[in-house]
Every structure is written in C-alpha cells, then in structure tokens.
C-alpha cells in the first residue's frame, strides 16, 4: 500500500466500520467487532488529519441511519444502543488509542531532535564561555603589560601614547568580549569548560610572569578533579578583574582545603574607578551559578577601596556522580491517552445501561410471564402479571396481524433480561374488561 493512497483507503475503511457496526446484528458482531477495532486503529495511527478522520465517522454514521429508515431491519433504540456502544467501544476507542499513539511517536521525534539541538547549543555555549574566560584573562594580561610599559614612558612621547592606545583597545576588546558572551550565554547554563592542561599554580605563574604581583598561600591538599575545575575558573575569573581594575596593585589568594568545601580567598585594593555591574556581565553569575550546583557559594565582599572574593568550592563525595539534566516535560502521557476514552465509554455505557433498565422496566415483558396469560382474563389479573406499562403502538419494524373489532390493544418488548435487545414485541388486546387476544409479534423480514 503506497502512502499517496493509504491515508485515503484507511479513511474509507473507517467510514465502513461507522457504518456496519450500528446495523449489523448480534451474530455479525462475532467476525465485525475484532476487524472494525484493527481497521479504526490503523486509521488512527496513520491517518494524519484529526478533521478527516472525524468526518469519516460523521459520513459512515449518517448511512447507517439512512440505512435503518429505509430497511427498518433494527429498531431505532438498538441503532442508538449500538452507536453508543458498539461503535465507542470497536471504531472510535480504537481509532483514539490509534491517534494517540501517532502522536507520541511524533512528540518522541520532536522531543529527541530538540535534545540533540539543545545538546549542540549547550557545547556551543560550553566553548563560547571557555573562550571568554581564556581570551578575558589573556586580554587582562596584556591590558596590564601594556600599562606597565605606559608608566615606563615619559608622557607625551609617541611611544607613551601607543602604549597608552594599546591598553584602551585592550579595555575596549574585554568589553566587546562580556557582551558577545551575554548574547550568547544561556539561563541556568553550567560554568564553562576548563583550559585543557591547566591548573591552578600554572594559572599563577602564568599571570606572574604577565607582571601582576601575586601573593599565594595554600593550605592542605589540592582539590580533586570536580573542585580543580572550579577553582581554576574562580580563580581565573578573580585575576582578570584584578588586572583589569587594579593594575600594579598585589593580589592576595588563599586556598584552604584542609576541609571540605575548601575556601578560596582572593582580595585586592580597588586603585581605579570602583567597577560598576554590567548588563551583559556572566563571569561572576556563571561562576556562582557552577558553585551552588556543587554544593557550594560564592561571596563578594567591596568595602572601601578594597575588593573580595570568597568561594566555597565543595568536594564531590566518593561515587557521587554529577547532577542530572532535567528532563524535559511530555505534553501528555501514554496513560492519560488511553485511560480518558476509555473513562468515557465507561460513563456512556452506565447511563445506556441506567437507560435500558429504565425502558426495559416500562416496556417489557418476559416470555414466561407471557406464558402465563390467557384469554378471558380481566384486566386486574393481567396487571398481577405484567407490571410494565407498554406501549400504544407497535415499533415500525414489527409485521402486526389486523387486531380484534373493536379492542384496545397495548404492547410490550418481548425480553428476557436488560441486555436482550431484540426487536421481537408481545400484543395483548382487551375489550371491555377481557382479554380477548395475546399475540407474539416479529419484525420483517
């Protein structure tokens, strides 16, 4: 089967089943049920348009009623008891089940596309920041040799304003670099990656040797892999705003891990302008962002004209693993598609059972109290036996002999319990105060 013809041939096939299932008789059932249940869930997992699918079933249901005028081969309550059950439970439950497997597979689709999106935008953003953090402190670095080398020089000279030019344009390209980063910096984003190869003594020697005066202490055991990482960017991130705001000024940083978290003290004299908070700034968010993931914090302290950073930096516990991604939410689950049809044939089917108990109580009589009439009876003796109050006339499929002259008959579904749906009526015909005729009556043929 092509696919430009599946589509159309399973709604036609679904319009069939909408049409047999309402007319076809209790013995058809047996072979229509199962193929209409395969035929309404394939159309349901293959059929794309939601509209199409219910216009098949509006199409096939509206020939079944024209059907049952024109042959009156089924009475109008079993059409309707059909409908609401027959087609509920093998065409249209089916043809949900069907549609709701259709569309979790497409939202699985969906949903594994959109993860390895985000996993690509996710690296991307993880590098984008690896290199902010890289470039930020090497242009740092070159800010501060450059105004190294302006003091050296007497003003005025050519050579004092290069180097004066140099450390502007340094200023000016960490500035472009924060706000390329905050374009791209994604919310709730962990801390970028670390240099590859780099460590926490090299990052000091390499400043060092840059010109920035760096007193450094270390007390206990050097973190393990988790907490390095994040160290080398507190640090990182703590000595490029040095460089940037206190040029020639020393740096004090303290490591103590002798316990866990380990504590990282960086602090510096604010020789310039106090910095102020940038909109597109990420380096100390992302950095506090990171820390708190792990377990850990990050505190500025700014008072005066000198300049803290405190990080708690904990150490991942033996055979702790890093934190889970969440997971992105489904829209709906599996269970809900097929437990809401399923709980609303469960309600239709309980008032069409409430519904049939009531009409079989007002309409019907049983063979056996049939059985138990005879004619001459008086209408109190026939009211001990039949309890329902019948109808005025018979149902238009029912083949009726001419009555009695001159008698008043009424009528009765011939039934042997709720659940019997059988077009089949019993007629019993009074004149005066007797019974002068009961007659069983059948449907045409």
């Known amino acids: 089967m092509t696919t430009s013809w599946k589509q159309p041939a399973l709604l036609v096939a679904l319009a069939l089943c909408a049409y047999l299932v309402p007319i076809s008789t209790n013995g058809a059932w047996i072979l229509l049920a199962p193929v209409a249940a395969i035929c309404s869930y394939l159309a349901g997992r293959h059929v794309a348009s939601l509209a199409h699918g219910l216009l098949a079933f509006g199409v096939g249901l509206l020939a079944a009623a024209v059907t049952l005028v024109f042959s009156a081969s089924v009475s109008l309550l079993t059409f309707a008891l059909n409908i609401l059950t027959g087609v509920v439970l093998f065409a249209l439950l089916p043809w949900w089940i069907g549609r709701g497997r259709r569309n979790s597979s497409l939202f699985r689709a969906q949903e594994r596309r959109y993860v390895v999106v985000q996993a690509a935008l996710r690296e991307r953003a993880r590098i984008t920041e690896a290199m902010h953090d890289q470039l930020g402190h090497d242009l740092a670095l070159l800010a501060l040799q450059a105004g190294g080398l302006q003091i050296s020089l007497d003003k005025g000279t050519p050579a004092h304003e290069q180097a004066s030019k140099i450390r502007s344009q340094a200023d000016e390209a960490i500035e472009h670099l924060h706000q390329i980063i905050g374009v791209l910096h994604e919310a709730g984003e962990q801390a970028p990656l670390e240099p590859a190869g780099m460590d926490l003594d090299r990052l000091v020697e390499q400043t060092r040797s840059k010109g920035m005066d760096i007193r450094f202490t270390r007390l206990g055991s050097p973190p393990a892999t988790g907490g390095a990482r994040l160290l080398h960017q507190v640090a990182q991130e703590a000595l490029t705003n040095a460089a940037k705001y206190a040029p020639h000024a020393a740096v004090d940083m303290v490591l103590d891990a002798r316990s866990n978290p380990s504590i990282l003290r960086i602090s510096n004299p604010l020789t310039g302008e106090v910095p102020t908070t940038r909109s597109g700034a990420t380096g100390l968010a992302s950095l506090r962002t990171a820390l708190e993931a792990q377990g850990g914090s990050l505190r500025v302290n700014q008072s005066g004209k000198r300049f803290e950073l405190i990080a708690m930096i904990a150490q991942p516990k033996h055979g702790d693993s890093e934190p889970a991604r969440e997971q992105p939410v489904k829209r709906r689950s599996r269970l809900a598609i097929i437990l809401l049809p399923i709980l609303a044939m469960v309600v239709i ?97």
């Open 349 to 445: 089917a309980t008032g069409l059972l409430l519904l049939q108990n009531a009409t079989y109580r007002a309409t019907a009589l049983h063979p056996t109290d049939f059985q138990d009439l005879t004619t001459g009876m008086t209408h109190d003796e026939v009211d001990q036996i039949v309890h329902a109050k019948g109808l005025d006339e018979p149902l238009p499929v029912i083949d009726e002999p001419t009555p009695p002259a001159e008698a008043q008959c009424r009528y009765y579904a011939a039934r042997t319990g709720v659940l019997d749906l059988g077009s089949e009526m019993f007629r019993l015909c009074f004149t005066a105060d007797s019974l002068v005729s009961a007659d069983h009556l059948y449907p045409t043929r």
